[in-house]
């Protein structure tokens, strides 16, 4: 992949990050279902993994009440891993916690699934 296509890549990521508080992307079942792939798996900041049904319970639940608009996100860095999958990283700036953040893309046609996802907390 040429260096503009991949600026391209990451700042069509970014875009999307952090993931699930994008609500434009939807917030229905079949939103999230179509936005992670099958075998979707989260490590939490807490270290507790979760499967792509946990969460999207978890979301579900969450998208009752108003997204937070006092979080930011900093230092984005993107890496090709394969073919169609890729690596965005960055820093989620939260009140109180500031986390180090990896998500795994896998690009599907025109669209976008979440393979992994893991958030550490920075000490």
């Known amino acids: 992949m040429q260096i503009s296509d991949l600026d391209t890549v990451r700042e069509t990521l970014i875009a999307r990050e952090p993931i699930f508080h994008r609500r434009e992307f939807g917030t229905r079942r079949e939103d999230l279902l179509n936005m992670t792939a099958n075998d979707f798996w989260e490590i939490g900041a807490s270290g507790q993994a979760y499967n792509r049904e946990f969460v999207i319970e978890t ?3 969450r998208y009752q009440t108003p997204e937070p608009d006092d979080w930011s996100c ?3 860095t993107l890496r090709q891993i ?5 690596q965005l990283n960055y820093i989620l700036i939260q009140p109180g916690r500031q986390t180090r ?4 893309w896998r690009q599907t046609g025109d669209a976008w699934q979440i393979v992994f996802h893991q958030g550490t907390v920075i000490a």
Do not use: H, V
């Open 82 to 86: 394969a073919a169609d999958l890729y």
């Open 59 to 61: 979301l579900l639940e």
């Open 101 to 104: 953040r990896t998500t795994l």
């Open 74 to 76: 900093s230092d984005f």
